[in-house]
């Protein structure tokens, strides 16, 4: 444009036609550059697969569609360039803008009438929720002297799970010690489980379950039948802490704590046959949990994507909490991104005024995700 404008000046002021000639040829690609870059992009539609959910670290695929909805002239040099921008709860709330990816996808031509899929690809290393949207086409076509763009579609949601790891062998074990030795309790003499039902006495049956009532009536000794007690439960405090100002180690130790905690509840979610609860503060203390299920991991995995440490001790109430929404003798694991003395008086004195809370507090079993203690039993793959 300044070569031209250039040029349209001298023939101007020397009066020579030749170069008021190649003004206008200069002119003339200009003009047409433009018109074709606009006309390019015009009925072009577009269309995102992307999937709603995707583990951090996770391979990434997102399909885009691009059709030409004219009759008679196609589309070149067409580029598709998707905005992925994650957003934070900032303070009071309010959620902040952070990085943005721009990935692209180049449509080559594009015939009249006809539709071409393309994808692009990648890796988002960092839990939370995303947006992605709005598409932007844009073409250079055919000298490159302009840059035509159009905002289409609209936005979507994205959530990245935590990333997930291995239990090792120790965690699997001393989980099943746990489990067992519930178990062996609850088999004493007396503490049988829920009624069920009558049936035929059998040998090595207890002379206290016997229904004397019905044994009259059949003739034969009858006895009572109980459901045999079920406690693999499991609840999961996350104690998500952090200073104000944290460093690097204290954002993995909390990356770390996230980690473990969804690979345990997507074991047992996987396995079925007990109950998963997971209690943890994102702003205000929360309990969420029932049987194990798919349903019920991708509820806790949404919660475990967008939940965010705080600077608070909330040990105590996360205690609290879970001894109100969990069946007694469900097993309560505490997983900290700190040391924590759980004997202190002064820290957790607010507990030991109630019965329930000071025997949760004394069945209560800690994961240290700043220490090495989390190494014997959990690995990040």
């Known amino acids: 444009m300044i070569v031209m404008a250039l040029v349209f000046l001298a023939a101007m002021v020397r009066e020579v036609n030749l170069l008021m000639v190649l003004a206008g040829m200069l002119a003339g690609a200009l003009l047409l550059s433009r018109f074709m870059a606009v006309f390019t992009l015009r009925g ?12 951090a670290g996770d391979l990434l695929v997102s399909g885009i569609t691009l059709t030409n909805s004219r009759r008679r002239i196609g589309s070149w040099a067409v580029v598709v360039e998707e905005q992925i921008e994650r957003e934070a709860n900032g303070n009071h709330g309010r959620r902040r803008r952070e990085k943005t990816w721009r990935p692209s996808v180049l449509f080559p031509y594009l015939p009249a009438g006809e539709a071409r899929a393309g994808s692009y690809r990648g890796r988002i290393a960092q839990r939370g929720r995303y947006q992605l949207g709005p598409l932007r086409l844009s073409t250079r076509f055919p000298f490159g002297l302009f840059c035509h763009t159009e905002s289409i579609g609209k936005t979507e949601p994205l959530l990245v799970f935590p990333r997930l790891g291995r239990l090792t062998r120790t965690w699997m074990a001393r989980h099943h010690q746990a489990f067992a030795g519930a178990n062996r309790r609850e088999q004493r003499p007396g503490v049988d489980g829920d009624f069920y039902g009558i049936r035929p006495w059998r040998s090595g049956d207890s002379r206290r379950w016997i229904h004397w009532r019905t044994s009259a009536r059949a003739g034969k000794l009858m006895v009572r039948q109980f459901e045999q007690p079920r406690n693999r439960d499991l609840a999961l405090l996350l104690d998500l802490w952090q200073p104000q100002r944290p460093d690097f180690e204290h954002l993995e130790n909390v990356e770390l704590a996230v980690s473990f905690v969804a690979t345990v509840v997507a074991d047992l979610c996987r396995k079925g046959d007990s109950n998963v609860h997971l209690v943890f503060s994102n702003g205000n203390p929360q309990c969420n ?16 994507a967008v939940v965010e440490a705080q600077g608070d001790d ?29 004997s202190d008086p002064v820290r957790l004195r607010r507990l030991g ?16 995700a700043s220490s090495k203690e989390l190494g014997r039993f959990f690995q990040m793959e």
């Open 44 to 55: 072009l539609q577009v269309r995102r697969k992307t999937p709603q959910g995707v583990g």
């Open 289 to 304: 949990g029932g049987p194990a299920s798919p349903a019920l991991l991708q509820e806790l995995m949404e919660q475990l």
């Open 314 to 342: 909330r040990i105590a109430e996360l205690v609290e909490m879970a001894v109100d929404h969990v069946e007694p003798g469900t097993e309560m694991v505490l997983v900290t991104t700190r040391h924590v003395d759980l």
């Open 353 to 368: 005024a109630d019965a329930a809370n000071a025997g949760a507090m004394r069945r209560l079993r800690m994961v240290d």
